[in-house]
């Protein structure tokens, strides 16, 4: 498994007794961008949550740089290099912007200071100007696409090696979805590498190199993203053309 980040084979998964989850085997190389689509309730976010062991149970293998992590807690998996940004932003809304980051430092290093902690912060400003702008004003004001921002930014500051984000254009104006699409495409080519889940079908296989098509809890189709935007069917299906 040494040219594979991320190794998932035969996974199951279940909300109490409901099967959510179903065969799934998949793998993500370093460095890759690979998006996850299909219709609401096809278990998109649920893979995520299985991969980061968050409310779900399951059974099969997931293997993140060669560590089994089928089942091990949240907070080790964390520990390991894999930060989840699930949907609905969830920053600390009491919190300041710059503490909202340090939070994201301190999850990996356990610190909140010294020349890398500096050095990732800026590299968050950079990418992210308006938190420079709001970094002393508390995340519960900020707009919901400032708030994006912050929990995109603050997994950042964890210094990931798998970035799992979850419906991340959800409820954004048409041009923070735009510059949504930047950050991302900025995000990969820095080598990052990323899972995104995403109900824009079309924000997410422009942006990402490689598809994976569920549908009630199935893999039906993969591919690239320009074959998949070139299947008819896909694009009758997906994209209403």
């Not at 400032?146 to 419906?167: K, S, T, V, W």
Request: aromatic letters at 6%; glycine letters at 8%.
């Amino acid at each position: 498994m040494t040219n594979k980040l991320l190794d998932v084979q035969r996974l199951n998964g279940w909300y109490d007794k409901r099967l959510v989850l179903k065969n799934i085997s998949f793998s993500l190389s370093p460095g890759e961008f690979v998006a996850v689509v299909g219709p609401n309730t096809a278990g998109k976010t649920s893979l995520l949550r299985a991969i980061s062991n968050a409310i779900i149970s399951t059974e099969g293998s997931i293997y993140f740089a060669d560590n089994d992590i089928l089942g091990q807690d949240a907070s080790d998996i964390v520990k390991l290099g894999i930060v989840h940004v699930p949907e609905g932003r969830h920053v600390f809304p009491r919190m300041t912007v710059l503490d909202n980051l340090r939070i994201g430092a301190f999850a990996i290093r356990g610190s909140i200071s010294g020349k890398s902690f500096i050095e990732r912060q800026e590299y968050v400003f950079e990418i992210f100007p308006r938190l420079k702008e709001r970094i002393k004003q508390i995340a519960g004001t900020l707009s919901g696409g400032e708030q994006q921002m912050l929990a995109l930014g603050r997994a950042i500051m964890a210094r990931p090696r798998l970035i799992l984000l979850d419906e991340p254009s959800h409820g954004l104006a048409p041009a923070l979805v735009s510059e949504l699409h930047l950050v991302l495409k900025r995000l990969h080519a820095d080598g990052n590498t990323i899972l995104l889940v995403e109900q824009n079908v079309q924000l997410a296989l422009a942006v990402a190199e490689r598809g994976i098509v569920l549908r009630d809890g199935e893999i039906i189709q993969t591919g690239s993203s320009s074959s998949l935007l070139n299947d008819p069917e896909f694009s009758s299906t997906y994209l209403g053309i």
